[in-house]
């Protein structure tokens, strides 16, 4: 299993521009998520899905899309980027703790994303 | 939505030395609270987790216990070693669901 993976690892964008964010996992879990990562913020939920199809928003949605076509993939869409979206991202999955719980997150590598 | 308050941000120990790190929860319907462990460069990574039907766990060297009346868990790490020096992520999850929130992120570093 290869586990959580994000591409690309890095990205420079330039104000206004438009990009994805891919996330694959090869687990089957149901569950997928994404965070940002600011120092001194910790990490934020921006959104996640509970099953293809099915998307919910977190924390700090706003200049983001998301879409869950497949168990598989959670790609992030950022529409127009903004200085304010420089961060390090991470994709996230679980199957579930049993029963009502989550259970353990498997995180991705990350992607450091810098707008200029 | 959930709130979770994490302290200190910064803590320094020698080794061998106990490490305590605390935070609060604002949503009385979270059930699950994990610690994750994120090393420099690296993705966080569980170290240890409890649900709400639990009042303390335990793994070697790492405890967790959690006061559901208070809305307080905290993350207690025993006999610390130079390779615990890592920032430290408690989370709880909003409404019983899957969505983890975390806190702020605690930098501990073990001195030998």
């Known amino acids: 299993n290869a586990g959580v993976t994000q591409t690309p690892k890095f990205q420079v964008l330039k104000t206004g521009q438009s990009m994805t964010l891919q996330c694959a996992q090869d687990?089957?879990?149901?569950?997928m998520s994404w965070y940002r990562q600011d120092p001194g913020m910790g990490l934020r939920l921006i959104h996640y899905?509970?099953?293809?199809?099915?998307?919910d928003q977190g924390e700090v949605p706003n200049g983001y899309n998301v879409s869950r076509s497949t168990t598989e993939d959670f790609p992030l869409r950022l529409l127009s980027a903004a200085p304010s979206q420089t961060s390090v991202y991470f994709c996230?999955?679980?199957?579930?703790?049993?029963?009502?719980?989550?259970?353990?997150?498997?995180f991705g590598e990350g992607s450091r994303l810098t707008v200029l | 939505g959930e709130n979770v308050e994490q302290h200190p941000s910064t803590l320094s120990v020698q080794e061998g030395d106990s490490a305590v790190i605390k935070c609060t929860y604002s949503?009385?319907?979270?059930?699950?609270f994990p610690w994750y462990k994120q090393e420099l460069g690296k993705r966080p990574q569980l170290i240890i987790d409890?649900?709400?039907?639990?009042g303390e766990k335990k793994d070697q060297r790492i405890a967790v216990t959690l006061n559901k009346t208070a809305k307080h868990f905290s993350l207690h790490i025993t006999e610390t070693q130079p390779e615990d020096s890592a920032v430290y992520f408690c989370?709880?999850?909003?409404?019983?669901?899957?969505?983890?929130?975390f806190g702020k992120g605690t930098s501990l570093l073990v001195t030998p």
């Open positions: 899905s509970v099953g293809a199809g099915i998307t």
């Open positions: 996230a999955s679980t199957k579930g703790g049993g029963g009502a719980y989550p259970g353990e997150l498997f």
């Open positions: 989370a709880a999850n909003s409404n019983s669901g899957y969505a983890l929130n």
């Open positions: 687990m089957n879990h149901e569950y």
């Open positions: 409890i649900r709400s039907n639990v």
């Open positions: 949503d009385s319907a979270s059930n699950y």
